[in-house]
């Protein structure tokens, strides 16, 4: 068995970490830290995962006992991971990072965006950004992995066979996205509070926000050069899930945009490309490890449509971190996450 450890078990990608891996055939959580509710039992927290991890307390974080795990998973806040990572790394220990601490390749990018200064310029280097359908062999050989955010995932993924095969204008991009209000997170904020969140929609970060340059870095390594992008995020109504509506101007002839995305996701085990005509909904992937994406071409005009859909807290975080866990350890890449979505 693999030995895990979690930092930040108690937030809400803390919790889908055990919730998927509690399925998982080859994992054994070892570890799982809070400094809030040390000593509680992590069944008296989470009450669906009673009967799964009976044994498991929260323990503050302590490098000693993390550094006991084959891989630790960091669920934290921005620059946990910068503090801790370096020294697990020397002590043999894998990191997952599903925070943007690693991110971003440019540690002056990453401190413009995030305030404050990069805590481990020095490990840049060897970080893996873990879009598996992207990176799939250099994850195979990593020791860090920087899991990608989730509008990253749901945008790069919607636009990668347009850009790879450069048949639109990468100069003029726009990614629509919409997200659930646990993208922001468990801990208490008034935005999303029922009251405000509930039977309203708003944008935010209209003029910049953090996903920005790590959406750009990614499309921009896809299409060979830089890319010109606008990218607005909304909060919605709903508790999970992320709806991305990409728009590119084709530059030429597209050929069959149907069977360029069909081909360029065949291989894939959480990429579904719906029927043509589709219009895929956030819930249909609420709880899986899975992005659905249709293709449409309005008119038969020269703008392409992408509508791209995933669950925040399972493709766009714990998913995605445990595939790239399986993909580390030479496990089957699906195990722990073939679980069908929940619907209604
Ligand atoms: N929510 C989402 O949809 C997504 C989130 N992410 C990223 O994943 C990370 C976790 O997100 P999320 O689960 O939503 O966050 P939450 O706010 O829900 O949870 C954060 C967790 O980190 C712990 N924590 C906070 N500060 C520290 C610290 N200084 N040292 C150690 N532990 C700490 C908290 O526990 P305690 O304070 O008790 O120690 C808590 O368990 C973030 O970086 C987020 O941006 C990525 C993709 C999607
Ligand atoms: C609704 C909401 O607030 N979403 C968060 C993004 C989600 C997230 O967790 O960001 P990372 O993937 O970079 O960690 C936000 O806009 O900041």
Redo the contacts with the bound molecule.
């Keep these: 068995m693999i030995k895990v450890g979690i930092v930040g078990g108690t937030g809400y990608?803390g919790v889908e970490l055990l919730r998927l891996l509690a399925r998982h055939p080859d994992v054994e959580v070892e570890a799982i830290t809070s400094r809030s509710e040390a000593g509680m039992a992590v069944s008296e927290l989470y009450p669906n995962l009673r009967g799964h991890y009976d044994d498991l307390a929260f323990s503050e974080p302590d490098a000693d006992r993390l550094s006991r795990c084959d891989a630790v998973f960091f669920a934290t806040p921005?620059g946990v991971a910068h503090a801790l990572a370096g020294e697990l790394l020397e002590r043999g220990t894998r990191v997952i990072d599903?925070?943007?601490d690693f991110?971003l390749r440019d540690p002056d990018e990453w401190a413009q965006w995030y305030g404050q200064p990069h805590g481990a310029p020095a490990l840049l280097d060897e970080a893996v950004y873990g879009l598996p359908e992207v990176n799939r062999e250099r994850i195979r050989h990593a020791r860090l992995i920087a899991?990608?955010?989730?509008?990253?995932t749901a945008v790069q993924l919607g636009l990668l066979p347009l850009l790879e095969a450069g048949l639109i204008d990468a100069d003029q991009l726009i990614a629509d996205c919409k997200?659930?209000?646990?993208?922001?997170?468990r801990g208490a904020k008034v935005?999303?509070l029922l009251a405000e969140a509930s039977e309203s929609m708003k944008a935010?970060?209209a003029s910049g926000?953090?996903?920005l340059p790590?959406i750009r870095q990614g499309l921009g390594d896809a299409a060979g050069s830089p890319v010109g992008l606008t990218f607005v995020?909304h909060?919605t109504p709903m508790i999970r899930g992320i709806h991305a509506t990409l728009y590119g101007r084709l530059t030429g002839d597209a050929g069959d945009l149907q069977a360029l995305f069909e081909r360029r996701f065949a291989a894939e085990p959480f990429v579904d490309v719906m029927p043509a005509g589709s219009h895929p909904e956030t819930r249909s992937v609420k709880g899986a490890n899975l992005c659905r994406l249709a293709v449409h071409r309005p008119g038969d005009g020269d703008t392409v449509v992408v509508l791209a859909v995933i669950d925040?807290l399972v493709k766009?975080?714990s998913g995605q971190a445990v595939h790239n866990l399986n993909l580390m350890f030479g496990l089957d890449e699906t195990a722990g996450l073939d679980a069908p979505a929940i619907m209604p």
């Design positions: 990608t921005h599903l925070s943007a991110r899991v990608p955010g989730c509008y990253p997200s659930g209000v646990t993208g922001a997170g935005p999303s935010y970060g926000h953090r996903h790590e995020p909060l925040n766009g975080a």
